[in-house]
């Protein structure tokens, strides 16, 4: 049986049951889960950007809500805002059209640029959102389909309103503003 523990972040995707793992994503121990995981995207944002110099500060709620900006970054170019989204793998990069509410979602938000977390390639992928939406409005079909089919489709999860799509890291690479900040820490990429 699976157990929730900060120090064992891979715990839901080692679940052999599915019976299982449907429970844990509607239980206040998966919010919980998924609350810790993310904070520890963020801090690993922190660490890399102020590795290489740059400086990191947090929005406040209703910027982080509304505007889906989690972070405003200084660098020698001035501040830019970014949008930081945890849980990715090369194959499955989640995009949001429109969230759980059916409102705009992330992609139409004001962060100039999303930084996808992988663990896999070492660090967060960085794009410019306008550069992603457009992307997205151009490859994605506007078609619903199962979660299964849902790369480069229209996918809407049971009871909510929102419009996903599953990407590809190879999608993202096309991407002018595409880059790479890598992990503070090689080690903490190992989950």
């Known amino acids: 049986m699976c157990s929730l523990r900060t120090a064992d972040l891979v715990c839901v995707v080692g679940c052999k049951s599915l019976k299982h793992y449907t429970m844990l994503m509607v239980s206040k121990e998966r919010r919980q ?23 990191c500060e947090k929005s406040d709620r209703n910027t982080d809500i509304y505007d889906h900006i989690d972070y405003f970054v200084t660098r020698l170019q001035g501040t830019t ?37 992988m663990p896999e390639v070492g660090g967060f992928v960085m794009v410019r959102t306008n550069e992603l939406r457009n992307l997205c409005e151009k490859i994605v079909e506007p078609v619903f389909g199962t979660k299964q089919d849902a790369t480069r489709k229209w996918y809407q999860r049971e009871g909510r309103k929102d419009i996903i799509s599953r990407l590809e890291l190879q999608d993202l690479q096309q991407l002018v503003s595409f880059k790479v900040l890598n992990y503070a820490n090689p080690e903490t990429s190992k989950w």
């Open 33 to 55: 889960y998924s609350n810790q995981v993310g904070d520890i995207t963020a801090q690993r944002f922190v660490e890399a950007c102020e590795a290489i110099g740059y400086s």
């Open 81 to 117: 805002s970014v949008d930081v989204k945890g849980g990715n793998h090369p194959n499955t990069i989640w995009v949001e059209f429109k969230n759980v509410n059916g409102d705009a979602g992330w992609m139409y938000g004001k962060a100039e640029y999303i930084a996808f977390d």
